[in-house]
């Protein structure tokens, strides 16, 4: 699991997977299957849960990509317009749990 959802650094992925050991952090991603690609799925949005304050903390694609933000870094841009839309599509993920869940939302 990555912070990003696709690829991390090696210092976002111990951090998560501390975390995650620890037991005070819970990571999703979101998963799409892509006919086209060789890929069976394509990691599109992954999102952080502090689970003992229940918040989400993060919820984040790829290079740091958020839904409803500009994206325009060269990285992101790069990754294409249909990985953007995908993204889009996820921002109501987020949304779904915290309500769903009585999650809090940070940033």
Not at 12 to 22: G, H, P
Not at 36 to 43: F, H, L, P, V
Not at 92 to 102: A, G, H, I, K, T
């Amino acid at each position: 699991m990555t912070a990003t959802g696709q690829q991390a650094t090696p210092k976002e992925t111990a951090s998560l997977v501390t975390a995650a050991r620890s037991g005070d952090e819970s990571a999703f991603t979101r998963l799409v299957n892509r006919v086209e690609a060789e890929q069976e799925r394509q990691g599109v949005l992954t999102v952080a849960v502090d689970n003992q304050e229940r918040t989400i903390t993060e919820a984040r694609g790829r290079y740091n990509a958020v839904p409803h933000g500009s994206n325009r870094s060269a990285k992101t841009q790069r990754i294409g317009k249909g990985y953007l839309q995908l993204l889009e599509a996820s921002a109501q993920v987020p949304r779904q749990w915290q309500d769903r869940e009585r999650l809090r939302r940070t940033g």
